[in-house]
């Protein structure tokens, strides 16, 4: 196994309702380490940055417009296969597909505002962290 290092966003669905220690007890108690995080407000501008992917896609706008909606908690965690192991205890985006004891399972809204976003790989995990932090707020 190696040590790796991926980003989550707990979204503002799940920050709204006071869900960031739940969600987190479940991202530690699956083995992952919290070394960066950090509260705040993405402006239009990061968000349309940060979801540039989408751009072209229908729901971009609408995906903008949420996450724009509310404060998110940005952090980096760390373990053995921490991509893989952070979208297991992510579960599926639809949560009504997602298995049960996933964080979309247990606290998703619905398809949109399923409570939180992971990187979907190990070099998308590598510019999402760059895109938030400094290397000097990753502590191990």
């Known amino acids: 196994m190696s040590v790796e290092r991926t980003l989550s966003i707990i979204k503002p669905d799940a920050t709204k309702r ?6 987190n007890a479940k991202i530690e108690n699956a083995g992952l380490k919290i070394i960066a995080q950090k509260r705040l407000q993405l402006t239009r501008s990061m968000a349309e940055t940060f979801y540039e ?7 971009f706008n609408d995906l903008v417009d949420f996450m724009i909606s509310g404060a998110v908690v940005v952090q980096v ?13 992510m579960g599926s ?5 997602a298995e049960e004891g996933t964080i979309r399972k247990e606290f998703a809204e619905s398809i949109e505002a399923n ?6 790989s ?7 962290i760059s895109f938030f932090f400094a290397n000097i707020e990753l502590v191990n």
């Open 18 to 23: 006071n869900l960031t220690g739940l969600i």
């Open 53 to 59: 992917i989408h751009k072209e896609r229908p729901f």
């Open 77 to 89: 965690l760390e373990g053995d296969n921490a991509v893989k192991l952070n979208r297991d205890v």
């Open 93 to 97: 985006t639809n949560p009504d597909d």
């Open 115 to 120: 409570s939180v976003h992971g990187s979907d």
């Open 122 to 128: 190990l070099e998308n995990a590598q510019n999402e």
